[in-house]
């Protein structure tokens, strides 16, 4: 089924929630947009809590005992998982638009995926137990 | 079939990604992995801060990350099937936006470095 019909170009964004077309290709497109807007808001959010440094140790210090809580590293989890997630898929979004690895795109999707599971794992080790 | 518009999108949202990978990579493994505790304290920020290249990648990773996300949401935008005066509307829009963003990174740099008193706090002067 050819999704990029012109006729299908207003609201495209619909083709994200139909679950029909959740073949393995279309669920790296998802994963990348979800992923990328999550890490947009993520971005501005550290932004925001950054201006806590500009405010001296008095501003910053107090905010690190609250990032050292087991709470706020589950979010840091999140973070690295989407981290992963984007980076990697991204990855082999960028390779096969330059022309690489164009026909083992699917093997490299799930090879990258295993991969950031992987990392996510010792991440994840090495913040808690770390 | 991508359009001339498009392309150049793609580009530089394909080079800043791949420069992201290893910027964020770095940025993770220095702030979270490498720091005790899995976080600096204010003086710890400012040692690390006092280094000049250490100030160069961050303000990289600062620009690199802007682009990107913002080439990603018009991107994501367009996908809404805009007419072509809200796809000009978009377009210019990320541009404030990230300069914005741009500008307020550098001067939080510069307010961070003078509130540690960091000698590397010459270099915005």
Redesign the interface.
Known sequence: MNLYRPEL?????LRWFDFRSWRLGMLAYILN?VT??G??VY??LH?AV??L?????SG??PF?QI??TPWF?ML?VIL?AG?LIH?LN??R??LT??GYGVRSQKPLFIALMIFAAIVLAV?VF??FM? | MKNKKSSWG?FWQ?VT??L??LL?GLH?IAH??VAE???R???Q?IAYLSNPIIILTELAFLIS?TVH?ML??RS?LF???LSPQWERVVTYGVVVIGGL?VL??FW?TY??LA??SAPTAFLFR
């Open positions: 170009k207003r609201f495209r964004f947009r990328a807007i890490l947009v971005l501005y932004l950054l201006f440094l500009a405010q001296g140790p910053w210090d690190i990032a050292r590293l840091d690295l981290l980076g991204g990855l979004v960028a638009g330059f991440g090495k913040m770390g | 793609w394909s990604g791949i992201l990978i964020v993770m979270h992995f505790g899995g976080i304290d204010f003086q920020v990350v996300a990603g949401m994501i996908d809404l099937g963003t307020y990174g939080l307010a961070i509130q540690g």
